[in-house]
């Protein structure tokens, strides 16, 4: 085993896993993968953003110690900015709203982040709006700050090309690889992966997951309780991206979903895990949907070729949303009309 020289060897490698339920039975006909992201130092995905997005900037010169760091967020890439830049001794300051989880304030502090709480909703109902303007704000007021804007900043997809892609890429190289599923929020994840998917394996099928209440592709918006999926803008980002289909899912379903994967799979995973898990299952109850068109010289998993291999992307653990999606309390008070 290697030694590692600081947090930020430890992002990426995720492993992948084979989901098989509990039961033993199959569920939808389809050989169903997961990568799991909570494998990161700080827990999620968003490790890889803000590692690579930090480390570039300091690399080009564009930022130094003397800088400041400013991003909106009340959930993972908040903290794992945090603690890229605790690790990097850069000023962090985060722009949060009422909704962040205790558990998530709690490591923006431990971490050394200046917190800045937005109260006033914006026209969509929510905050995202109103911690945008508020950077903005921060960003001319500060010298030196700058604004890192996940919904935008092309690193983000980078991060994700370069890293979750490839590492999909290596790990289906052999078996092949016919569908990815990837929740979505600033975009960054399903941009990065799908661009390099589709280059290496031509005949994927790419698909967004996104809860109802979010804009992303277009639904009226709503309230949303879950952080971590969805959005109340339409990431720039997202222009960039291969998406062949959208499945949108319910906060309700979510949270029935992280309690089926928790029971049935042992896998203790946040709501946009359990988000791609109800949208695959959603899709692939259309028979249609697993017809094969599988591009020649790929064996299929165990020589199945009857299944077709589908990967779900997971980004985050669930002890974040112990407070939230686990708990029944909180479920029957804040979703009972959802």
Known sequence: MPIYTGLLDLV??????????????????????AKLEGYNPTGSIKDRPAAYIIRKLLLDGEINRESTIIESSS??????????????????????????LPNNRFLL??????????????????YLKARI????????????????????????ASAHYFGTGMEIYKAFA?????YVVVPVSSGGTITGVSQVLKSLFPRIAVIAVDTVGSVIFGGPPNSRHIPGMGSSIQPEILQHAAIDHVVMVSERDIVKSCTELLQGYSLFVGGSS??????ARQYFQDPAHRVLSPAPGYPRWRNDRAKPNVLLI????????QSTIYDQGWVDRTLSRV
């Open 75 to 100: 959930g993972n890439f908040g903290v794992a900015l945090a603690a890229v830049c605790r690790a990097e001794g850069i000023r962090f300051i985060c722009v949060v709203d009422p909704l962040i």
């Open 314 to 321: 997971f980004p985050d653990r669930g002890d974040r949303y």
């Open 12 to 33: 990426g490698n995720t492993p992948v896993v084979e989901l098989r339920h509990a039961s033993g039975e199959d569920r939808d006909g389809v050989h169903l993968f």
């Open 133 to 156: 303007a508020r950077v903005q704000e921060l960003e001319r007021r500060i010298p030196g700050a700058r604004w890192i804007n996940q919904y935008a900043n092309p690193g983000n």
């Open 274 to 279: 359990g988000a791609a898990y109800r949208g």
């Open 174 to 178: 052999d078996v092949g690889l016919d």
């Open 109 to 126: 502090e431990q971490y050394g982040a200046e917190i800045d709480q937005v109260t006033t909703r914006d026209d969509s109902g929510g």
